[in-house]
């Protein structure tokens, strides 16, 4: 998918129309270094037609009209995302991944099934839950693809069922 293609997309879930977005993007008074100007309502029109080529200056203020990160207006797939996650553990300060650790554990409720028998349901207060959990920043990456891969082998048999 061309990312005027992902733009519009994002327009549409948004219930925005390009009007809208055209003036929120012209509102942020981006000025192009090729023109030294900022585009015009038309300019933008054929950006989002896919007529003329959105230029990369314009992306994080495209991004930051629809809300969205600027991947996401690339390549949205499992192995981007990944990519992605790797590259922003690897480059976050200490705040920054004590934040998302909260987040990820008031996110995620575990379901183990058991031999297809029980389902044993858990929350983030289970103490080898949290243990395991706070234990992952010192897991090698090699580790934590191969856990993952894992995971969602087991994830994968189970939803066969």
């Known amino acids: 998918m061309e990312v005027y293609e992902k733009v519009n997309e994002i327009i549409k879930n948004y219930n925005l129309t390009k009007r809208a977005f055209s ?8 000025k192009l270094k090729t023109t030294g100007e900022m585009p015009s309502e038309n300019t933008i029109y054929a950006y ?3 007529k003329i080529s959105i230029p990369i200056e314009l992306i994080p203020f495209i991004a930051e ?9 690339f390549d949205n797939t499992s192995k981007s995302r990944t990519r992605c996650f790797k590259y922003f553990i690897k480059n976050s300060n200490h705040k920054e991944l004590e934040y ?6 008031s996110q995620i409720t575990y379901n183990i099934n058991v031999n297809n028998a029980d ?11 949290d243990k395991f959990i706070s234990l992952l920043e010192f897991a090698p ?13 087991y994830k994968n048999i189970d939803s066969t069922f």
């Open 100 to 105: 998302f650790n909260n987040f990820i554990k």
């Open 119 to 129: 389902t044993i349901t858990t929350n983030s207060n289970d103490n080898k839950v």
């Open 141 to 153: 990456h090699n580790f934590l693809d191969k856990a993952i891969a894992k995971l969602e082998e």
């Open 23 to 30: 003036t929120a993007l012209r509102n942020l008074n981006v």
């Open 65 to 73: 009209v629809l809300n969205v990160t600027e991947q996401e207006l």
């Open 48 to 50: 989002l037609s896919g």
